[in-house]
Every structure is written in C-alpha cells, then in structure tokens.
C-alpha cells in the first residue's frame, strides 16, 4: 500500500500551518479576498475563498471556520469591508 506524507496534502502556493512556525503568529493586512478555482495538491480543482494580504507574498485559502473568525473579529460578513483589516494568524493544536 503507498503511503502519504501529510506534507504533500498542502498548497505550497498558499499560506497554511506548515507556513507559520510554532508559536510565531503572522500579523496580516487584507489585500481583498474573493473565489478561484484552486488545484490542490492531488490535482483536483475547486472553487475557494481566498484571502490576499498587502504584506505577504502568499494568499491564504480560507475555511468556514477562518471566514466566520475573520466576520466576527470584524463585525461585517461582506468580504469587500475586510480591506485594510489587520488580521492575526497563526496555529492551534487540536
């Protein structure tokens, strides 16, 4: 049976967990965010929310769970009042 490295589930074109080091938050400004379409590592497609920062070189796919952190923290569920937001990220273990 092959197996498969965790590693080679993520998107090294897009900021994850395996991009922060532990302990070491990224503290981001939200460029836009809007949906593509992704290819994933197994070369599946699939339309996303993605969030552009002004101050990094990589945009992050966001989950439900990231979207609705970001609308709380926020106070707005429209993604085109999130511009110019500050933004905190960084990894929990679960």
Same mark, same amino acid.
């Given at each position: 049976?092959?197996k498969?490295?965790w590693?080679? *589930?993520s998107?090294?074109n897009?900021?994850?967990?395996?991009?922060?080091e532990?302990?070491?938050d *990224?503290v *981001?400004?939200i460029k836009?965010?809007?949906?593509? &379409?992704v290819?994933?590592?197994?070369?599946?497609?699939?339309?996303?929310?993605?969030?552009?920062?002004s101050d990094?070189?990589?945009?992050?796919i966001?989950?439900?769970?990231?979207?609705k952190?970001i609308?709380k923290?926020l106070g707005?569920?429209?993604i085109?009042?999130?511009?110019?937001?500050k933004?905190?990220?960084g990894? &929990?273990?679960?």
């Amino acid at each position: 049976m092959t197996k498969t490295h965790w590693k080679k *589930l993520s998107n090294p074109n897009y900021l994850g967990a395996y991009s922060i080091e532990d302990g070491k938050d *990224l503290v *981001l400004t939200i460029k836009n965010v809007r949906q593509e &379409e992704v290819m994933g590592a197994d070369g599946k497609k699939e339309d996303c929310i993605v969030c552009y920062f002004s101050d990094a070189d990589k945009p992050m796919i966001l989950n439900a769970t990231n979207a609705k952190s970001i609308q709380k923290l926020l106070g707005t569920p429209y993604i085109e009042e999130w511009s110019g937001h500050k933004i905190q990220i960084g990894t &929990e273990k679960v």
